[in-house]
Nanobody
Framework: QVQLVESGGGLVQAGDSLRLSCAAS????????MGWFRQAPGKGREFVAA????????YYTNSFQGRFTISTDNAKGTVYLQMNSLKPEDTAVYYC??????????????WGQGTQVTVSS
């Protein structure tokens, strides 16, 4: 089993930045990559970005590349999502996931509880 705990969400204004963290523990050797997804009210789960544990491979949805940056600290077993120039439409619950490097949520076996990000206009 792998346990994931997200943190760093909150209420910010449009144009602000936030950094989300996801700490992984347990059988982390069994996973290849970490990903971030988000789900806005009334919408489905949307892929944001993913990274392999070495940090050598990253994968973004085009609409987020340039504003969002995913990174990992292997020593701490933590993956980060730096979000800049936030917009009200970025308001969502952000989930961390562990599994295989992919935009498909079915490739991820473990999920965190989610952290709320709210961007006011």
């Amino acid at each position: 089993q792998v346990q994931l705990v997200e943190s760093g969400g909150g209420l910010v204004q449009a144009g602000d930045s936030l950094r989300l963290s996801c700490a992984a523990s347990g059988r982390t050797f069994s996973i290849d990559a970490m990903g971030w997804f988000r789900q806005a009210p009334g919408k489905g789960r949307e892929f944001v970005a993913a990274i392999d544990w070495s940090g050598s491979s990253t994968y973004y949805t085009n609409s987020f590349q340039g504003r969002f940056t995913i990174s990992t600290d292997n020593a701490k077993g933590t993956v980060y999502l730096q979000m800049n120039s936030l917009k009200p439409e970025d308001t969502a619950v952000y989930y961390c996931a562990a599994g295989r490097l992919s935009a498909n949520p079915k490739s991820y076996d473990y999920w965190g509880q989610g952290t709320q990000v709210t961007v006011s206009s």
